[in-house]
Structures are given as structure tokens and as C-alpha cells.
């Protein structure tokens, strides 16, 4: 009955290791997103896609990459993870209907620590 | 430049009493929408409430109701009857004009008394 799910959870990595967080969502919505929340709690955007194209890509580094394999899944990529890469990352999906009141439903979370 | 802004980092409230938490904002857009989000010590984050620039009435939401004043730029999330179940950080998020992403604001840690 989970809404929008994430795994893993938590994820302890070591220093230039490869990870990678699923994310999966049954609302039948067509956009998608991940979100960065930082050891402040501040929360910023990362990524969006709509209908498996990428529509949102904030500065980030090119060490991450999202992946969007159909309107339901949403996975993201990160390479030679850092020390500052550390956080909480937060999928998201809601249906546009290019109302500025159309609702974003968060995952669990998943807890990143790099060693 | 678009900002949000949350004045009180932290706030306590007694049990079964009401308690208004502050957002103001800044845009040019005249179209935006206005959430409130919910996040537990468990971690997730549960949307509350969504107001729109364009919406007369304020928005309910059971226990929670959102104190839109356009003019003032301020859409303040109140909570009435607080239950201990509340304790929690709340954050205020919006989506301006066309943009997509939600633009978060820095978070209220509610402690609710017994």
C-alpha cells in the first residue's frame, strides 16, 4: 500500500564507492523527483523527470545521475561518493496538471552516510 | 528573488492548545502554491495542507488550517488542539509561477507539553 517506497533506508558506503537508491511510486503519477536534505535539514531539488524525461537538473555534480526507466521508477546513480555527499535523500512524484497546487508525496527517505 | 522564510527554528506548545507557525515569502509571481509538510523524528515527510495564491478561502485541513494573507506575503500553518503525536519539524514549500520543484523553507521543530 506504500505510496511512494525508497531502498534502501540507510546506506553506510565507504569514501570513492559507487551506490546506487531506487525509488518506486504506485500513485500512477507521471513526475517524479529527488531531493537533498543536508545535516541543517535544509531540502533542495536535485532532479525531476516527467514521463521518463528529465525536466529538472540542478547544479549538482556529474557524479550523480538519475534514471528513469518508466513514469513509476526513479533511481539515482552516485560515483565515487564523498564525505559531503552525507544525507538524506528524498524521492517525490506528483501528478501535473499544471495547477501551482499540484501536490508532491515524499518517500521514506534514504539515509546516506559515507565513511 | 524567491525565498521562504521561517522565523522560529523552535517552538513549544502545551498539549491541547493551539499553536500558529510562521512562513512568510517573497516572489514577483503572482501565481504560486503554498504547502505545509510534516517531518516526524521517524524521518518521513507527510504533507499537510496546500493553499493557492488564487484561493479566496482559507484551506483546511482537519486539525490544521493555513492563515493565507496575500498582502503581507505570509501563509502561517495553524494547528489547533495539539496532540503530543504533533511534536515534529514542520516546513513550509513552494512552487512559483510555472517552475515544478518545491522551494522549501529552513523548518520549525514543534515540541509538544504534556
Known amino acids: 500500500d506504500t505510496a511512494v517506497s525508497q531502498t534502501p533506508k540507510y546506506l553506510v558506503t565507504q569514501m570513492g564507492n559507487d551506490k546506487s537508491i531506487k525509488c518506486e511510486q504506485n500513485?500512477?503519477?507521471?513526475?517524479m523527483y529527488w531531493y537533498k536534505q543536508d545535516s541543517k535539514k535544509f531540502l533542495k531539488i536535485m532532479f525531476s523527470y516527467n514521463n521518463k524525461e528529465l525536466i529538472i537538473n540542478e547544479t549538482v555534480p556529474n557524479r550523480f545521475s538519475p534514471k528513469s526507466p518508466d513514469k513509476a521508477h526513479l533511481n539515482l546513480h552516485i560515483n565515487s561518493l564523498e564525505l559531503g555527499d552525507s544525507a538524506v535523500y528524498f524521492c517525490?512524484?506528483?501528478?501535473?496538471?499544471?495547477?501551482?497546487?499540484?501536490?508532491?508525496?515524499f518517500g521514506p527517505g534514504t539515509r546516506l552516510t559515507v565513511l | 528573488a524567491q525565498k521562504i522564510t521561517q522565523t522560529q527554528p523552535g517552538m513549544f506548545v502545551q498539549e491541547k492548545e493551539a499553536v500558529t507557525l510562521d512562513c512568510t515569502y517573497d516572489t514577483s509571481d503572482q501565481s504560486y502554491g503554498l504547502f505545509w509538510y510534516k517531518q516526524p523524528s521517524s524521518g518521513e515527510m507527510i504533507f499537510l495542507i496546500y493553499?493557492?495564491?488564487?484561493?479566496?478561502q482559507n484551506a483546511t485541513e482537519g486539525r490544521y488550517s493555513l492563515n493565507f494573507q496575500k498582502a503581507r506575503k505570509s501563509a502561517n500553518l495553524v494547528i489547533s488542539a495539539s496532540q503530543l503525536g504533533d511534536s515534529a519539524m514542520y516546513f513550509c514549500?513552494?512552487?512559483?509561477?510555472?517552475?515544478?520543484?518545491?522551494?522549501f523553507g529552513s523548518g520549525t521543530q514543534l515540541t509538544v507539553l504534556p
Open positions: 517525490a512524484s506528483s501528478q501535473e496538471g499544471g495547477r501551482v497546487t499540484d501536490t508532491q508525496y
Open positions: 500513485l500512477g503519477h507521471d513526475t
Open positions: 493553499q493557492g495564491s488564487y484561493d479566496e
Open positions: 514549500a513552494m512552487r512559483f509561477g510555472s517552475a515544478r520543484q518545491l522551494t
